[in-house]
């Protein structure tokens, strides 16, 4: 990682990086890294639709189907 963020900076690129979460975007950030994409699409997704179940109040979450 930092020998792609050395050579982006060599050649005046923007350095980008996939992160999993806040936390993590924060620290490549003070690294130096420019482009920043947090999560995934699926991630965002399943995560929006885990916090809609835990709104029904059910437990069952683990026997609903998955895709």
Request: glycine residues 8%; charged residues 20%; contains cysteine.
């Amino acid at each position: 990682m930092d020998h792609i963020l050395a050579a982006c900076k060599k050649n005046k690129v923007a350095a980008g990086v996939h992160c999993f979460s806040a936390e993590e975007a924060l620290a490549r950030i003070a690294e130096g890294w420019q482009f920043i994409a947090v999560g995934s699409e699926l991630r965002m997704m399943l995560m929006g639709a885990a916090a809609e179940v835990r709104k029904l109040g059910t437990s069952a979450a683990g026997e609903m189907a998955k895709y």
